[in-house]
């Protein structure tokens, strides 16, 4: 029987040093094993976030490459239409124009002619002045080399008119309150 006891106590203790194998924090085991998986899943979790992020990428470049197209697509064709609406509105004046040259031919009358002339004038800055078209305003008013382009100076006729547009040779216009031709004058001095 003591033979027995004994293989008993050696069972017992070796039952014993398998729970403290299990255990113990020191001893390499199974917990080694799950954190080299767990590096392994970080890697794969890793790559697939880089490879999410690469699509994205890739995505948003295309989209934007598309954008870029497009828009330049949009910008030519207002380019190309940009003046139909004025242009459009003009051929109102030239039917009128052309009117007034077939009565200038036939007429014999110089009122007549002039006064229709006039009305073509007339109503071509009228439209030219819907469009947002503005004269500017030069004569007798102070040189301003943001609006004026002087042409030449010649001696004031007067001190007051010293520094101001004495004559305009080329009207100057604003569109839509922004210079599009600046006013050629003449300065006194």
């Known amino acids: ?51 999410e992020q690469k699509d994205k990428y890739l995505r948003l470049f295309a989209e934007f490459d598309n954008f870029k197209r497009r828009n330049a697509k949009e910008r030519i064709e207002l380019i190309q239409t940009a003046g139909r609406e004025v242009i459009t509105s003009m051929l109102d004046v030239l039917d009128d124009a052309d009117r007034a040259e077939k009565q200038i031919q036939t007429s014999e009358d110089v009122n007549v002619v002039k006064e229709g002339v006039q009305l073509v004038f007339n109503k071509l800055r009228t439209t030219l002045l819907s469009k947002g078209l503005k004269p500017m305003e030069s004569i ?17 006729p007067t001190d007051a008119l010293k520094g101001k547009v004495v004559d305009e040779v080329t009207k100057g216009y604003y569109l839509n309150d922004k210079i599009i031709r600046h006013a050629k004058v003449v300065v006194g001095k």
């Open 1 to 51: 029987m003591e033979e027995k006891d004994m293989q008993q106590n050696d069972t017992q203790d070796i039952s014993m040093e398998g729970m403290n194998i299990n255990a113990d924090d020191s001893i390499p085991g199974t917990t080694h094993l799950s954190e080299e998986m767990t590096e392994e899943s970080e890697t794969e979790k890793l790559r697939a976030e880089l490879q």
């Open 140 to 156: 007798n008013s102070d040189f301003d080399v943001e609006k004026h382009e002087a042409i030449t100076e010649i001696p004031a």
